[in-house]
T-cell receptor, first 113, second 116 residues
Framework: GAVVSQHPSWVICKSGTSVKIECRSL??????MFWYRQFPKQSLMLMAT?????????EQGVEKDKFLINHASLTLSTLTVTSAHPEDSSFYIC?????????FGPGTRLLVL | GENVEQHPSTLSVQEGDSAVIKCTYS??????FPWYKQELGKGPQLIID?????GEKKDQRIAVTLNKTAKHFSLHITETQPEDSAVYFC???????????????FGQGTILTVHP
């Protein structure tokens, strides 16, 4: 149980394009989902907290117009990186929390050329 | 908010030995402490967690101990195997008792290497 999927697992795009990443909880409903970014050999950096049916709460320093988050249902949240640039290249991970425990997806590696 | 410190940053052991990773936290109201294992190129996987109403929890070769007075908790892996090699993260509630339910503060991570 407690399986979280992410799609795509990796994506390569050209600078200036937008990329959408999906996060789904497969066997439970998640009132809250979280989006993280992780740089090589570093810890998880929380970008935003997503609650179903309401606007996401972004961490300080994260551009909400750059990283659009939509939490349309209790099992799906999406992160859209708008007008991506090479510095947005990273490993993006979502997690879903039915209660206080977070269950993570497998991550999406984004490479912007 | 919560502050979590994790040590050591790297840990190298021989197969069969035990490994211990320790984390300290700052908010005495924190009551939930998960541990995650992250393999290369994958998302973190919850391996064990403990709540503040118990001092120790075991699951086969993995155990977690909690000392609320000293505000630290530790991950113990016994009889280590090469497949235990990964990065391990501890975490604590970012704002215990506040409005950020489910939000976690993570430690810096420990790279565990188990040599055959």
């Amino acid at each position: 149980g407690a399986v979280v999927s992410q799609h795509p697992s990796w994506v390569i795009c050209k600078s200036g394009t937008s990329v959408k990443i999906e996060c789904r909880s497969l066997d439970f409903q998640a009132t809250t989902m979280f989006w993280y970014r992780q740089f090589p050999k570093q810890s998880l950096m929380l970008m935003a907290t997503s609650n179903e049916g309401s606007k996401a709460t972004y961490e300080q320093g994260v551009e909400k117009d750059k990283f659009l988050i939509n939490h349309a249902s209790l099992t799906l949240s999406t992160l859209t990186v708008t007008s991506a640039h090479p510095e947005d290249s990273s490993f993006y991970i979502c997690s879903a929390a039915p209660e206080e425990t977070q269950y993570f997806g497998p991550g999406t590696r984004l490479l912007v050329l | 908010g919560e502050n979590v410190e994790q040590h050591p940053s790297t840990l190298s052991v021989q197969e069969g030995d035990s490994a211990v990773i320790k984390c300290t936290y700052s908010d005495s109201a924190s009551n939930y402490f998960p541990w995650y294992k992250q393999e290369l190129g994958k998302g973190p996987q919850l391996i064990i967690d403990i709540r503040s109403n118990v001092g120790e929890k075991k699951d086969q070769r993995i155990a977690v101990t909690l000392n609320k007075t000293a505000k630290h908790f530790s991950l113990h892996i016994t009889e280590t195997q090469p497949e235990d090699s990964a990065v391990y993260f501890c975490a604590a509630p970012a704002n215990a008792g506040g409005t950020s339910y489910g939000k976690l503060t993570f430690g810096q991570g420990t790279i565990l290497t188990v040599h055959p």
